[in-house]
Nanobody, 123 residues
């Protein structure tokens, strides 16, 4: 059983930064591709960023490119999402996910999910 626990969300002002963390336990972390998704009220859960098993390859949705950075520390079983220049439209629940599919960008390609952490960006 793989468990994911996110942390780091909160209420910030537009232009501020936050760093989300996700600790993965239960299996060998380095075997999994990991990603971050977000879901705003009344909207579908959308892909935000993904990172390969080694951390050498990353992918981002267009709206966060240049502002968000995904990274991972396999020694700490942790994946991070550094979010800079936050905007009110970034307000959502942010979810960490893990799976076996390389370059996975849809929720159906991930097998394990955390409970989410809420990010609210005030204007």
């Amino acid at each position: 059983q793989v468990q994911l626990v996110e942390s780091g969300g909160g209420l910030v002002q537009a232009g501020d930064s936050l760093r989300l963390s996700c600790v993965v336990s239960g299996r060998t972390f380095s075997r999994y591709v990991t990603g971050w998704f977000r879901q705003a009220p009344g909207k579908e859960r959308e892909f935000v960023a993904g990172i390969s098993r080694s951390g050498g390859s990353t992918d981002y949705t267009y709206s966060v490119k240049g502002r968000f950075t995904i990274s991972r520390d396999n020694a700490k079983n942790t994946v991070y999402l550094q979010m800079n220049s936050l905007k009110p439209e970034d307000t959502a629940g942010y979810y960490c996910a893990a799976g076996a599919v390389a370059t996975a960008t849809t929720r159906y390609q991930y097998d394990y999910w955390g409970q989410g952490t809420k990010v609210t960006v005030a204007s």
